[in-house]
């Protein structure tokens, strides 16, 4: 099973940016929809960017326009860089498999606080 680790958080002001990455046990992203999710303080996972095998992306309405996903096969890595930050970003982050998510990582912080 793959394994992934998620990195790049961390603490911005409204507005600001970050650029998180989720590197992959193996090479899937050739093979497999993958996808970026959130889950804030007592609320549910929710999906929030997703990337096929093709490199064709889709966004939750919340986010589109400001977070751009991209991956990079070779280097086993995808990306996902989020600009204009709102207070309701604020989540851990992580990612998995778009299609039956399995061995969650610890995720990466992010909280957007002035």
């Known amino acids: 099973q793959v394994q992934f680790v998620e990195s790049g958080g961390g603490l911005v002001q409204p507005g600001g940016s970050l650029r998180l990455s989720c590197t992959a046990s193996?090479?899937?992203?050739?093979?497999?929809?993958v996808a970026w999710y959130r889950q804030a303080p007592e609320k549910a996972r929710e999906l929030v960017a997703s990337?096929?095998?093709?490199?064709?992306?889709n966004y939750d309405a919340s986010v589109k326009g400001r977070f751009t996903i991209s991956r990079d096969a070779a280097k086993k890595t995808m990306y996902l860089q989020i600009n204009s930050l709102k207070p309701e970003d604020t989540a851990v982050y992580h990612c998995?498999?778009?299609?039956?998510?399995?061995?969650w990582g610890q995720g990466t912080q992010v909280t957007v606080s002035s």
């Open positions: 998995n498999l778009r299609f039956n998510p399995t061995n």
């Open positions: 193996r090479n899937i992203f050739s093979i497999h929809t």
């Open positions: 990337i096929t095998p093709g490199g064709s992306p």
